[in-house]
C-alpha cells in the first residue's frame, strides 16, 4: 500500500517580490505565465528572466496543439527552472515543459508516461483558488487530434516547489473564482468519498471542504460579487489542501463526465463539474445511502446549520448562488451526444472512475447526463 506523503516543499508569502527575493530568480529561470500577470507582479522587479506568454500560444484549457507549439518555442531555448505562474492550464502545461526531451511532442509524453524524468525544476505559482495542480502529478490535455480531453500522470511533474501568495488573488474576475472553486470543492469531495483514500488524506479533504463552504457561506450572505476576496486567502489555502488530497486519493465520476462537456463545448473545468456534481452525487446516494457520503453530509450540515438530511441539497443551492447553473442543451449539446459520452467516458476515463465512491455502469452514466440535459 502506498503511504501518504508531499513531495512538493509548500511556501508561503505575502508578495511575490519576496518569493523573487529568496528564490534568486534571474536569468537562468523562464518564466511561464500570462503578459498581464507577468506585467503586474514580475516585470516591474527587473530580475533579468527569460519569459513565454501563454496567450500566444492559443486560448483556454490546454489542447495538444497548444502544448506542441509551446514545446516548439522552447527547443531552441536554454533555461534552468521553469516557474509557472497562473490557474490550472499554465501549470498544467509547465509540468509537461519540464519533463519534455528536445524532440517531444504531446503525443510522445503519453506514450512514454511510465519513463518520463524531470529535465528542469519546477515551481508553482497559483494564481487561481481552485486547481490544486500546484501539488499534484497531474496534467489534463484536451487531445482534439484524438478528441478526447485526459489527464497525464507521472511522479516526474509534480512540482518541487509550492508558492503561494495570497495577493496575487486580488486581479482574479468573479467568473475565474467560481469556476475554480467550485473545482476545488469538488476535488475535496471526490478524494474524501474516493476508495483509494487514506485517513490523513481524509484529513486534507475535509479541511478544504469545510473552509470553502463555510467561506462561501459568508462571501453570499455578504452579498456575493467582490465579498469573496476577503476570504481569499482561505479559498487559496483550500484549494491546495484538496490537491493534496486529491493528489494521493484521485478525483472520480464528476471529473469523468465533465471532461466530454470541456472537450465538446468548451465549457469551463470547474463549471463542468459543476454540471454534473449534484446528479452524480444523487446517483451514489441512490446506490448505497449508507457509508462515507454520510459524513460528508454531516460535514456540510455543520458548517450551514442545517440537518445532514438536507445538507447536499442546501450544497446544491449554495453552488448555485455562486455560480447559477443552466441545462446542458443551453451550452449546444444534442441528445446524440449522451449516448456517445456514455459509451466513451468508461473507456477513456478510467483513471479516474476506479476512485468513484460506487462503481457506474453505462446505463447508469448515461441516466445522469439525461438529467443534466
Ligand atoms: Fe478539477
Redesign the pocket.
Known amino acids: 500500500m502506498k503511504g501518504f506523503d508531499i513531495k512538493t516543499e509548500i511556501q508561503e508569502f505575502d508578495t511575490f517580490a519576496e518569493f523573487a527575493n529568496e528564490a534568486e530568480l534571474g536569468t537562468d529561470d523562464l518564466i511561464f505565465t500570462s503578459e498581464r500577470t507577468f506585467n503586474e507582479f514580475v516585470a516591474p522587479l527587473n530580475l533579468g528572466v527569460q519569459s513565454l506568454f501563454r496567450e500566444k500560444y492559443g486560448k483556454g484549457e490546454p489542447t495538444d496543439a497548444m502544448v506542441d507549439a509551446i514545446l516548439d518555442a522552447l527547443r531552441e531555448k536554454e533555461f534552468d527552472r521553469v516557474i509557472a505562474i497562473g490557474g490550472g492550464t499554465i501549470l498544467d502545461i509547465a509540468k509537461l515543459v519540464v519533463v519534455a526531451d528536445k524532440d517531444d511532442h504531446v503525443d510522445d509524453l503519453y506514450d512514454k508516461v511510465d519513463i518520463l524524468e524531470k529535465r528542469h525544476p519546477l515551481i508553482a505559482v497559483p494564481t487561481t483558488c481552485?486547481?490544486g495542480s500546484e501539488v499534484t502529478a497531474i496534467s489534463v490535455v484536451n487531445r482534439v487530434s484524438r478528441g478526447v480531453k485526459m489527464g497525464l500522470a507521472s511522479p516526474a511533474m509534480i512540482p518541487d516547489k509550492a508558492v503561494m501568495v495570497t495577493n496575487m488573488l486580488d486581479s482574479l474576475p468573479y467568473q475565474v473564482f467560481a469556476t475554480s472553486s467550485i473545482?476545488a470543492m469538488?476535488?475535496a469531495v471526490e478524494s474524501f468519498l474516493s476508495p483509494n483514500s487514506c485517513s490523513i488524506s481524509r484529513v486534507f479533504s475535509k479541511t478544504a471542504l469545510e473552509i470553502i463552504v463555510k467561506s462561501w457561506d459568508k462571501a453570499v450572505k455578504n452579498g456575493g460579487g467582490d465579498a469573496w476576496k476577503e476570504y481569499s486567502a482561505d479559498f487559496l489555502k483550500a484549494s491546495n489542501y484538496a490537491g493534496l488530497a486529491f493528489g494521493y486519493a484521485g478525483?472520480a465520476a464528476v471529473?469523468a463526465l465533465s471532461y466530454p462537456l470541456g472537450s465538446v463545448y468548451h465549457i469551463p473545468?470547474?463549471q463542468s463539474?459543476q454540471l454534473m456534481f449534484a446528479e452524480v452525487m444523487k446517483a451514489y446516494k441512490e446506490i448505497k445511502p449508507v457509508g462515507a457520503i454520510n459524513d460528508v453530509e454531516k460535514i456540510v450540515a455543520e458548517c450551514l446549520g442545517v440537518t445532514p438530511d438536507s445538507a447536499l441539497d442546501a450544497l446544491y443551492g449554495l453552488l448555485d448562488k455562486v455560480l447559477s447553473r443552466k441545462p446542458l442543451r443551453e451550452f449546444g449539446a444534442k441528445e446524440s451526444d449522451l449516448t456517445t459520452f456514455a459509451l466513451e467516458v468508461p473507456k477513456t476515463q478510467q483513471r479516474l472512475l476506479k476512485n468513484n465512491y460506487v462503481p457506474l455502469t453505462e446505463e447508469q452514466i448515461f441516466e445522469i447526463y439525461k438529467k443534466v440535459f
Open positions: 481552485g486547481t473545482d469538488i476535488h478525483c471529473h473545468h470547474g463539474n
